[in-house]
């Protein structure tokens, strides 16, 4: 899942605002994770009654005052704020453990159209091989409330690793989002050329026959 953002810099939501910016920091915060996408805005009316309800559901889910241990969740937040001071206020009130790209960035452009973001709020739910779970989860946590991780954690089949030393996770491969996307346009590819040899060799017998029955 880390490959989502390789090369890019992502920053936590605490008070010195760290940058997470390195291949081994990425996989630390993201890999074996359900990752959520959240697309909002503080000045969004939605987003307003829904960031509440999104914002306890990850405490719950993360933060060890409710579990002895956090779940294997992490959510970057895609601003669509105005400005990065706006983006700023929204953010002093959510979750330290939430992630960012820089106001700047526009990657978080990228990542609209990537998932057909049109409208806000938006929580879009990865598996950590980059599949999709929900294009959009929005209803599905403001009824389920937490109930819902663990659907997304079964069908996810998540590893629990968290006995686990952070070297461990130095060498893991890391596989594209787009490589089920990959591996659909090999096949048809594929498919494409074996047809073409068929015909091509079904016009060669067509010409060698018609030569035989001329000599």
């Not at 409710?66 to 206020?89: G, P, T, W």
């Not at 609209?112 to 091989?129: H, K, Q, Y």
């Not at 006995?163 to 591996?183: H, N, W």
């Not at 346009?185 to 010409?207: F, I």
Request: aromatic share 10%.
């Amino acid at each position: 899942m880390a490959e989502l953002f390789h090369g890019k810099v992502l920053i936590k939501n605490n008070k010195d605002r760290d940058d997470v910016d390195t291949d081994r920091e990425l996989c630390l915060q993201l890999e074996n994770k359900v990752l959520l996408l959240f697309f909002g805005s503080g000045e969004c009316p939605r987003c307003q009654d829904f960031t509440p309800t999104l914002k306890e559901f990850f405490v719950q889910l993360t933060d060890e005052f409710y579990v002895d241990r956090a779940m294997q969740l992490a959510l970057v937040y895609i601003s669509q704020d105005e400005s990065e001071d706006k983006e700023s206020k929204f953010l002093k009130d959510m979750p330290k453990r939430w992630l960012t790209l820089p106001f700047e960035d526009q990657y978080k452009r990228e990542l609209e159209f990537m998932f057909g973001v049109e409208d806000t709020p938006v929580v879009v739910v990865l598996r950590p091989d980059g599949t999709v779970l929900s294009l959009n989860a929005v209803e599905e946590i403001s009824r389920l409330g937490g109930a819902c991780f663990k659907n997304w954690q079964e069908a996810a089949m998540l590893i629990d690793r968290s006995f686990m030393l952070a070297e461990d996770f130095d060498d893991k491969p890391t596989r594209s989002v787009t490589e089920p996307l990959r591996r659909l346009r090999y096949k048809l590819d594929k498919k494409k050329k074996k047809k073409g040899q068929g015909e091509e060799e079904k016009g060669e017998e067509d010409e060698e026959e018609g030569a035989e029955r001329w000599s």
